[in-house]
């Protein structure tokens, strides 16, 4: 059988001829050009929220492009926009023949939507993560509407808490005392009353951004079986974001206090606590910022520093002792996570692979750092 001619090479058997072309020799496996140094690591994860179909334009999940460029699906920018870009930046790299000091790994992770438990949480526990000796991560940000691109170091600790409200039961025509719906609605009073004293704080000063407070929502209310039987037990779930400056024993200390004051027989109970946040530093003593915020600068791309809201794989990342950030890079784009609708324009998504171009070589160069060693 002969071989066709280069031009002819059917594309699967051209990327095998280049990765046979990489040596992975053992003992002393060529995955950078300098193992020695701490790696580049690009997580994304592969799972996307679900949908409520009948509220889409399109069907979420053929990744319909309208007439203008914008492509709709779940995933446009939450955040398979983010994988794929950092794959074609990776291949036009090595289709360039670039190579680096640092190697750059790519991690595709399940779970995080429903907070990486089965995910990154147990993977940074890893002998396996540990191998790829990450020295620097990159994962998920959130979209700019403005010209802007937002880029974290940070993000709020989620706190999911149920409050249990125990009293006395019985008939409900009658004046009953000690129930636990009044204990309950105290705490829930106390509660939302730090809620709006937080968004009061956010609203009054320009220069806070939403993940710099803490935040708050009451997401269930449980309870009861009959309208005319007073019941004996009624809860009520939270949704904390605790801000990473926030005295953690304080502030636990605070809700156990606002249960208290609503009475006996009122507890509370944590489905998630997260306890180690972490903050990326943002100046030139962080050699990983200043590559790439140099980058974004000879770009000409405004960065907007900010504490991320929700909770993505970067806190765990962070918190086994790995520098973060947290970066989508769309601009010009409304915020649509998670959202009906979510979109992102082709050119947004193709501006992204040319600034991942220009930041993987930047980072996988920074020189030799005392962590390195
Ligand atoms: C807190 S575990 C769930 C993680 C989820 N992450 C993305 O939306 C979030 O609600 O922030
Ligand atoms: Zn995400
Ligand atoms: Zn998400």
Known sequence: MTSKGPEEEHPSVTLFRQYLRIRTVQPKPDYGTNPTLSSILLNSHTDVVPVFKEHWSH???????????????RGAQDMKCVSIQYLEAVRRLKVEGHRF??????????????????????????PEFHALRAGFALDEGIANPTDAFTVFYSERSPWWVRVTSTGRPGHASRFMEDTAAEKLHKVV???????????????????????????????????????????????????????????????EEQLQSWCQAAGEGVTLEFAQKWMHPRVTPTDDSNPWWAAFSRVCKDMNLTLEP????????????????????????????????????????????????????????????VPALPSDS
């Open 59 to 73: 069907d979420p999940f053929e990744a319909f492009k309208d007439s203008e460029g914008y492509i709709y699906a």
């Open 101 to 126: 000091p640092r190697t750059i790994h790519m991690t595709f992770v399940p779970d995080e939507e429903v907070g990486g438990h089965q995910g990154m949480e147990l993977f940074v526990q890893r």
């Open 189 to 251: 009073s106390s509660i939302l009353a730090f809620r709006e004293k937080e968004w009061q704080r956010l609203q009054s000063n320009p220069h806070l951004k939403e993940g710099a407070v803490t935040s708050v929502n009451l997401t269930k209310l449980e309870g009861g079986v009959a309208y005319n039987v007073v019941p004996a037990t009624m809860s009520a779930s939270f949704d904390f974001r605790v801000a990473p400056d926030v005295d953690f024993k304080a502030f």
């Open 306 to 365: 900010e504490i991320m809201p929700a909770a993505t794989d970067n806190r765990y990342i962070r918190a086994v002792g790995v520098p973060a950030l947290g970066f989508s890079p769309m601009n010009r784009t409304p915020v649509l996570l998670h959202d009906h609708d979510e979109r992102l324009h082709e050119a947004v998504f193709l501006r992204g692979v040319d600034i991942y171009t220009r930041l993987l070589p930047a980072l996988a160069s």
